[in-house]
Protein backbone atom coordinates (compact mmCIF):
# COMPACT_ATOMS: atom_id res chain seq x y z
CA UNK A 1 0.00 0.00 0.00
CA UNK A 2 1.50 3.59 -1.23
CA UNK A 3 -0.96 5.73 1.38
CA UNK A 4 0.39 8.11 3.60
CA UNK A 5 2.05 6.55 6.48
CA UNK A 6 2.68 8.04 9.81
CA UNK A 7 5.00 7.49 12.87
CA UNK A 8 4.52 6.60 15.20
CA UNK A 9 0.68 5.61 15.63
CA UNK A 10 0.31 6.68 19.40
CA UNK A 11 2.98 8.06 22.01
CA UNK A 12 2.25 9.04 25.43
CA UNK A 13 4.68 11.78 27.35
CA UNK A 14 5.16 13.54 30.28
CA UNK A 15 4.13 17.54 29.96
CA UNK A 16 7.38 19.58 29.67
CA UNK A 17 8.62 16.41 27.13
CA UNK A 18 9.80 17.06 23.68
CA UNK A 19 7.89 14.61 21.06
CA UNK A 20 8.66 14.55 17.22
CA UNK A 21 6.03 12.84 14.67
CA UNK A 22 7.21 11.61 11.14
CA UNK A 23 5.00 11.86 7.86
CA UNK A 24 5.68 9.99 5.08
CA UNK A 25 3.51 11.50 1.85
CA UNK A 26 2.21 9.56 -1.31
CA UNK A 27 5.52 9.34 -3.84
CA UNK A 28 3.83 11.67 -6.28
CA UNK A 29 2.94 14.11 -4.14
CA UNK A 30 4.23 17.66 -3.62
CA UNK A 31 1.77 19.15 -1.44
CA UNK A 32 1.77 18.48 2.80
CA UNK A 33 -0.17 19.48 4.87
CA UNK A 34 -0.59 19.23 9.22
CA UNK A 35 -3.98 19.00 10.86
CA UNK A 36 -4.69 18.35 14.54
CA UNK A 37 -8.04 16.41 15.47
CA UNK A 38 -9.16 16.55 19.02
CA UNK A 39 -11.81 14.85 20.73
CA UNK A 40 -15.59 15.05 19.47
CA UNK A 41 -14.16 18.03 16.98
CA UNK A 42 -13.17 18.27 12.60
CA UNK A 43 -9.73 18.19 12.15
CA UNK A 44 -7.70 21.54 12.38
CA UNK A 45 -5.29 22.68 9.56
CA UNK A 46 -1.98 23.53 11.26
CA UNK A 47 0.86 24.22 8.51
CA UNK A 48 1.09 23.41 4.80
CA UNK A 49 4.29 22.51 2.42
CA UNK A 50 4.73 22.64 -1.06
CA UNK A 51 7.62 20.60 -2.10
CA UNK A 52 10.21 21.54 0.69
CA UNK A 53 8.37 25.18 0.90
CA UNK A 54 6.09 26.02 4.45
CA UNK A 55 3.87 28.04 2.55
CA UNK A 56 1.22 28.67 5.34
CA UNK A 57 0.77 28.36 9.32
CA UNK A 58 -2.10 28.71 11.48
CA UNK A 59 -2.33 30.27 14.78
CA UNK A 60 -2.57 27.63 16.00
CA UNK A 61 0.62 26.51 15.24
CA UNK A 62 2.45 28.36 18.41
CA UNK A 63 6.06 28.80 18.63
CA UNK A 64 6.44 25.30 20.65
CA UNK A 65 5.59 23.47 17.19
CA UNK A 66 7.83 23.76 14.43
CA UNK A 67 7.16 21.08 11.06
CA UNK A 68 10.08 20.83 8.19
CA UNK A 69 10.06 18.95 5.16
CA UNK A 70 13.82 19.47 4.24
CA UNK A 71 13.88 17.45 0.91
CA UNK A 72 10.28 17.93 -0.06
CA UNK A 73 9.44 14.19 0.98
CA UNK A 74 8.97 13.15 4.09
CA UNK A 75 7.83 15.65 6.85
CA UNK A 76 8.42 16.00 10.63
CA UNK A 77 6.37 18.05 13.35
CA UNK A 78 7.82 18.61 16.90
CA UNK A 79 6.15 19.43 19.75
CA UNK A 80 8.43 21.34 22.53
CA UNK A 81 7.60 21.65 25.86
CA UNK A 82 4.26 19.35 25.70
CA UNK A 83 1.14 20.53 27.48
CA UNK A 84 -1.60 18.73 28.52
CA UNK A 85 -3.84 20.68 26.01
CA UNK A 86 -1.61 19.44 23.16
CA UNK A 87 -3.10 16.00 23.66
CA UNK A 88 -4.73 15.33 20.53
CA UNK A 89 -4.89 13.35 17.23
CA UNK A 90 -2.20 14.55 14.39
CA UNK A 91 -3.27 14.04 10.94
CA UNK A 92 -0.89 14.09 7.86
CA UNK A 93 -2.52 14.37 4.71
CA UNK A 94 -0.95 15.06 0.85
CA UNK A 95 -2.08 16.18 -2.62
CA UNK A 96 -1.07 16.57 -5.48
CA UNK A 97 -0.23 20.05 -7.43
CA UNK A 98 -2.95 20.31 -9.48
CA UNK A 99 -5.93 21.88 -9.45
CA UNK A 100 -8.59 21.00 -6.47
CA UNK A 101 -7.08 17.72 -5.93
CA UNK A 102 -8.20 15.25 -3.43
CA UNK A 103 -5.84 15.27 0.05
CA UNK A 104 -5.56 11.56 1.14
CA UNK A 105 -5.02 11.32 5.19
CA UNK A 106 -2.61 8.79 7.22
CA UNK A 107 -3.84 7.22 9.74
CA UNK A 108 -2.79 9.79 12.12
CA UNK A 109 -0.49 9.99 15.57
CA UNK A 110 -2.52 9.98 18.59
CA UNK A 111 -0.52 12.11 21.40
CA UNK A 112 -1.45 12.14 25.12
CA UNK A 113 0.37 14.30 27.43
CA UNK A 114 0.28 13.42 30.82
CA UNK B 1 -13.82 33.20 5.77
CA UNK B 2 -15.06 29.86 4.36
CA UNK B 3 -17.22 27.33 6.84
CA UNK B 4 -19.18 24.51 7.13
CA UNK B 5 -21.87 23.69 9.27
CA UNK B 6 -23.23 20.09 10.18
CA UNK B 7 -26.09 20.61 11.97
CA UNK B 8 -26.60 16.65 13.57
CA UNK B 9 -24.83 15.61 15.68
CA UNK B 10 -26.15 11.52 14.91
CA UNK B 11 -28.09 10.35 12.58
CA UNK B 12 -30.12 6.54 12.85
CA UNK B 13 -31.12 4.93 10.59
CA UNK B 14 -31.83 1.25 10.15
CA UNK B 15 -30.31 -1.14 7.58
CA UNK B 16 -31.33 -1.17 4.30
CA UNK B 17 -33.12 2.39 4.47
CA UNK B 18 -31.90 5.95 2.81
CA UNK B 19 -29.43 7.98 4.69
CA UNK B 20 -28.92 11.44 4.30
CA UNK B 21 -26.04 13.90 6.41
CA UNK B 22 -26.78 17.20 6.11
CA UNK B 23 -24.13 19.99 5.50
CA UNK B 24 -24.75 23.80 4.62
CA UNK B 25 -21.54 25.86 3.87
CA UNK B 26 -20.22 29.25 3.43
CA UNK B 27 -18.04 30.46 1.26
CA UNK B 28 -16.92 33.70 -0.80
CA UNK B 29 -16.17 32.56 -4.38
CA UNK B 30 -17.08 28.94 -5.89
CA UNK B 31 -16.90 26.09 -3.56
CA UNK B 32 -14.97 23.22 -3.60
CA UNK B 33 -16.95 20.83 -0.66
CA UNK B 34 -15.56 17.08 0.56
CA UNK B 35 -16.84 14.69 1.91
CA UNK B 36 -14.59 12.18 4.51
CA UNK B 37 -15.45 9.37 6.72
CA UNK B 38 -13.36 8.30 10.00
CA UNK B 39 -13.62 4.89 11.69
CA UNK B 40 -12.66 4.25 14.90
CA UNK B 41 -9.16 5.26 16.13
CA UNK B 42 -8.41 5.96 12.26
CA UNK B 43 -7.54 8.52 9.62
CA UNK B 44 -10.40 10.31 7.26
CA UNK B 45 -10.76 8.46 4.39
CA UNK B 46 -12.08 10.40 1.40
CA UNK B 47 -15.71 9.96 -0.12
CA UNK B 48 -16.41 12.30 -2.78
CA UNK B 49 -16.25 16.18 -3.79
CA UNK B 50 -17.53 18.80 -5.91
CA UNK B 51 -15.26 20.88 -7.72
CA UNK B 52 -17.86 21.61 -10.74
CA UNK B 53 -20.22 20.35 -13.31
CA UNK B 54 -23.02 18.19 -11.98
CA UNK B 55 -24.76 18.88 -9.01
CA UNK B 56 -24.85 15.10 -8.05
CA UNK B 57 -21.63 13.54 -7.24
CA UNK B 58 -20.92 10.08 -6.86
CA UNK B 59 -18.44 8.54 -4.71
CA UNK B 60 -16.97 6.21 -2.85
CA UNK B 61 -19.07 2.43 -1.12
CA UNK B 62 -22.43 3.54 -2.68
CA UNK B 63 -22.52 7.31 -1.41
CA UNK B 64 -23.49 10.46 -3.50
CA UNK B 65 -23.77 13.89 -2.64
CA UNK B 66 -26.22 17.02 -3.78
CA UNK B 67 -24.89 20.35 -4.19
CA UNK B 68 -27.29 22.78 -4.29
CA UNK B 69 -26.29 26.44 -4.69
CA UNK B 70 -29.41 28.07 -3.65
CA UNK B 71 -29.55 26.50 -0.60
CA UNK B 72 -26.08 26.50 0.31
CA UNK B 73 -25.82 22.50 0.90
CA UNK B 74 -24.05 19.60 -0.09
CA UNK B 75 -25.87 16.80 1.74
CA UNK B 76 -24.59 13.17 2.07
CA UNK B 77 -26.65 10.31 0.25
CA UNK B 78 -27.09 7.15 0.14
CA UNK B 79 -29.69 4.80 -1.24
CA UNK B 80 -29.55 1.76 1.15
CA UNK B 81 -27.58 2.25 4.51
CA UNK B 82 -25.14 -0.65 5.77
CA UNK B 83 -23.78 -1.49 9.43
CA UNK B 84 -20.23 -0.83 8.18
CA UNK B 85 -21.53 2.22 7.09
CA UNK B 86 -21.91 3.46 11.07
CA UNK B 87 -18.90 5.77 11.57
CA UNK B 88 -17.78 9.25 11.71
CA UNK B 89 -18.81 11.83 8.84
CA UNK B 90 -17.27 15.05 7.78
CA UNK B 91 -17.83 17.80 5.78
CA UNK B 92 -14.96 20.09 4.62
CA UNK B 93 -14.78 22.85 2.49
CA UNK B 94 -11.21 24.38 0.91
CA UNK B 95 -10.22 27.45 2.25
CA UNK B 96 -7.30 28.98 1.47
CA UNK B 97 -3.66 27.77 0.33
CA UNK B 98 -5.84 24.53 -0.13
CA UNK B 99 -6.28 23.61 3.92
CA UNK B 100 -9.15 22.14 4.29
CA UNK B 101 -11.65 23.28 7.16
CA UNK B 102 -14.19 20.79 8.54
CA UNK B 103 -17.12 20.51 10.07
CA UNK B 104 -17.67 19.30 13.75
CA UNK B 105 -18.61 16.05 12.18
CA UNK B 106 -22.26 13.71 12.38
CA UNK B 107 -21.93 10.25 13.90
CA UNK B 108 -24.11 7.74 11.75
CA UNK B 109 -25.64 4.85 13.77
CA UNK B 110 -26.92 2.09 11.15
CA UNK B 111 -28.69 -0.37 13.07
CA UNK B 112 -29.38 -4.37 12.24
Known amino acids: DTGVSQDPRHKITKRGQNVTFRCDPI?????LYWYRQTLGQGPEFLTYFQNEAQLEKSRLLSDRFSAERPKGSFSTLEIQRTEQGDSAMYLCASSMIFGQETQYFGPGTRLLVL | AQSVAQPEDQVNVAEGNPLTVKCTYS??????LFWYVQYPNRGLQFLLKYITGDNLVKGSYGFEAEFNKSQTSFHLKKPSALVSDSALYFCAVRGGFQKLVFGTGTRLLVSP
Open chain 2, 27 to 32: VSGNPY
Open chain 1, 27 to 31: SEHNR
